[in-house]
Each structure stands twice: as C-alpha cells, then as structure tokens.
C-alpha cells in the first residue's frame, strides 16, 4: 500500500557509510555485534560529491589507518588525493564486508522502547542502540547576508566547488574571473591558492 515501508531489527544501526561509520562497523563484527550501516549515497560519498578535485589530505600516507587496514603504497610520506582517499575507504569496506546499505536517507531517529527506531525513506528500522556517524561539517555555513552580494560577485561554498575552470549556473562572474577572495586562511584557503596559481587566476585571502 502507499507509504507502507518494512519494518527490521538490528542490534546496532550505524548512520553514515565514511571512515568512521566503517571503522565502527569493523570493531563491531570483531565482537559478533550484528548490525546495519545506513549510506545515504555510496561508500565515502562525502568525498566522491563533496570535496574538489585538487584536495589532499593534511597527514601523510602512512598515518592513514583504519581497524587492521593502513596505507600500502609506494609512497608513505605522500598526501593522498581525493580519489585515493575514496578508494583507500571503499577498500577498507571491501575487507571487512561492511553490511553496508547505500541510498539509504535517514529521516528520523527516536526512542522506542527497548532502544530506537530509525527511519529512512526505504524502511524502518528497531536496535538497541544507534551510532550517528554522518559527519561533522557536512553542511555548509553561508552567512546570511552573502545573499546580498551584488550579481556580478559569485558565491561557492567548499561542498559545491570542484574546480577552477568549472562554470558555476553559468554565472558571468565565473566565466571571466578577474580576482577571487577566500575568506580566512586556513588549509583549505591554502588549498585554493595553490589551484588558483597553477590556473593562472588572481586570487586574495581574508582572514
């Protein structure tokens, strides 16, 4: 019938199919924990639609480790990129045969007597116990007044940038760049600069 949606049980529901969602999956099977990991999109799917192109991590490759997993490359003292970070997770849930179920939104969690009930627009889902593993900082905060800027000053915020020469809703602003501003100076501004530079764009930071 219309909106009917199954109901399943599960000791353990962990929200979030990233690194730490995983890794929690890991340190659960090791001790028999039955569970379920609920993805909204795929494995990593923070870092396949929400990071640029030219991102790497801050810590080196051999600092890169999960439960029983770490970096085997060739090149420990290196910085992995975007693509390999994603691989080195979806890698990391191959291993450990995560039950990992993607295109899972969850749309609520609540309590329910003897532990919580989690909904997503798929199924219903009882455990005892729940483990919200989705992220941190995965919304971005836009201060309210950026929609004041003029129209000829393109905003983009760190989840919907890619790279420089992608044209953003075909805003004149992003097809003839004269300068950027990026505001503070942290390493993702660094980040920018150094994308910025190889581009051959002009680009200031505020911090």
């Known amino acids: 019938m219309p909106g009917w949606q199954s109901q399943l049980r599960t000791t353990v529901v962990v929200v979030g199919a990233g690194h ?3 890794a929690i999956s890991a340190c659960l099977s090791m001790r ?9 999109g795929e494995v990593a799917n923070s870092w396949r639609t929400e990071r640029w192109d030219s991102l790497r991590l801050l810590t080196p490759n051999w600092c890169s480790r999960l439960p029983g997993h770490g970096y085997r490359g060739p090149d420990p003292d290196g910085f ?12 990391f ?3 450990v045969s995560a039950p990992v179920l993607t295109g899972r939104r969850v749309i609520s969690v609540s309590r329910h007597a003897p532990g919580y009930r989690v909904r997503t627009d798929l199924e219903t889902w009882q455990s005892r116990a729940v483990v919200l593993a989705s992220g941190a900082c995965n919304l971005p905060n836009v201060p309210s007044h950026a929609a004041d800027l003029p129209s000829g000053i393109l ?3 760190t989840a919907h940038y890619r790279r420089p020469d992608e044209p953003y809703s075909g805003s004149p602003a992003w097809r003839s760049p004269s300068r950027s501003c990026s505001i503070s ?7 920018f600069l150094r994308t910025a530079e190889s581009e051959k764009r002009g680009m200031s930071r505020t911090s």
Do not use: N
């Open 155 to 157: 905003s983009v915020d």
């Open 80 to 91: 992995m990129d975007m693509a390999q970070t994603v691989a080195f997770i979806s890698d």
């Open 185 to 191: 100076a942290g390493s993702t501004t660094i980040g």
């Open 93 to 95: 849930a191959h291993a």
């Open 20 to 22: 730490a969602g995983l």
């Open 32 to 40: 028999g924990i039955d569970h379920v990991v609920l993805e909204r």
